[in-house]
């Protein structure tokens, strides 16, 4: 009689760990859906639902959705297994046209049919329509995602306007928003074209918002003023600050002489230390505060085997940039307590570079230096 119990317990159990095994506590996706042709539609912030059958079967789930604008997606996802093992659940966005992924989100899956929530983002996503993609290695699942979209701190600008032929004419006194580097790097513009048709005589004056979610991005930009045959104009070098972190950096930037004539110019500007950059500008024409008349500080400019030696009358303490043609940083940020400071190029290229200073007031200093070995 002991045996006979035994047996229907472990009959009993054997039968409780197989229903178990196979639970799946959120409800199938539609098939198929398992290529960008068969990708079902979704819309953002409402759940959608689906089963992964594991390995050798349904591996993966396709699911299109249309995005308002440039920026974020913030994922919720819920997952589940009836068993244990297995990969984690990966979630990307891919092109239209491809399997090319962009970001990666992993969300983990919960053993035994225990519900596991990960809060997890897919960023710097571009407008428009948008694929993604969820796959996992390992037993069946199921799982439920919600997809809120995270605006960037401005709108984007019209496109195409990546060249002069397509630049967005930007209006005196008007705000304009924009993007770039989304969608980096498979269909974001890295570089965006304003067409300015100034009136009336008298210096320009752009004020500026820049802004990228990475911590450890450039903390300026380059901005080129061109003519209408794209050539920049002017030797001078005119940056702008850019806000790293999330946190929008202002500035105002004064272009005199260049651009004093009526006619029409070009702002021309690119990023390309950080993705998913968005920014605010404007522009006015004619006289100038008392505090944007302030002149620049006199830097010294000494180069000596590849040690750059910067002087000023200017009191510390200092930080000092290098940047390439580009804008990038091409050696780590320096610090320093006062002038005289050193900074060592010898591991950079030959080539043209900009040596950035900024004051403990925040006014800068530039200089061109020039690398000939």
């Known amino acids: 009689m002991n045996h006979l119990y035994f047996t229907s317990a472990l009959c009993l159990l054997t039968f409780t760990n197989a229903i178990r095994a196979n639970a799946q506590v959120f409800a199938d996706d539609a098939e198929p859906n398992n290529t960008i042709a068969t990708a079902l539609p979704i819309v953002l912030g409402v759940p959608l639902e689906g089963r992964l059958h594991g390995d050798g079967g349904d591996e993966q789930d396709l699911y299109s959705f249309v995005l308002p604008d440039g920026g974020h997606l913030e994922l ?45 983002p897919l960023s710097c996503l571009d407008a428009g329509a948008q694929l993604m993609h969820v796959s996992r290695t ?51 513009a890295s570089a965006d074209y304003w067409r300015i048709d100034k009136g009336s005589t008298g210096s320009v ?79 006015t024409s004619g006289a100038v505060g008392v505090q944007e008349e302030a002149p620049t500080p006199a830097i010294g400019v000494a180069l000596n085997e590849g040690l750059l030696t910067l002087t000023s009358a200017e009191d510390g303490p200092i930080n000092v940039w290098m940047l390439d043609a580009c804008g990038r940083r091409s050696v780590p940020l320096q610090t320093a307590g006062a002038f005289p400071c050193s900074v060592d190029l010898s591991a950079l290229a030959n080539g043209t570079y900009l040596a950035v200073v900024q004051l403990l007031d925040g006014r800068r200093m530039t200089a061109r230096v020039m690398l000939q070995r």
């Open 138 to 188: 390992g037993g069946p699942c199921s799982y439920r995602i919600t997809a809120q979209f995270v605006p960037l701190a401005f709108a984007g600008d019209p496109e195409p306007n990546d060249d002069i032929a397509t630049a967005t004419v930007l209006l005196e006194g008007v705000d304009a928003t924009g993007h770039l580097n989304v969608g980096w790097p498979y269909n974001g």
């Open 76 to 120: 919720t996802i819920e997952g589940e297994q009836g068993t244990t093992g297995g990969l984690a659940l990966v979630v990307h966005p891919v092109e239209m046209d491809s399997g090319v992924g962009m970001t990666t989100a992993t969300a983990l899956i919960g053993d035994l049919g225990v519900v596991t929530t990960s809060v997890v």
């Open 205 to 283: 004056t752009f004020h500026t918002a820049f802004v990228t979610d990475d911590p450890a991005a450039d903390a300026f930009i380059v901005l080129y003023i061109l003519d209408q045959t794209g050539l920049p104009i002017g030797p001078e070098v005119y940056l702008a600050e850019v806000g790293v972190g999330g946190v929008v950096a202002e500035d105002t930037v004064v272009v005199n002489n260049i651009m004093d004539a009526p006619g029409t110019y070009f702002l021309w500007f690119f990023y390309t230390a950080s993705v998913c950059q968005a920014y605010r500008l404007q522009w």
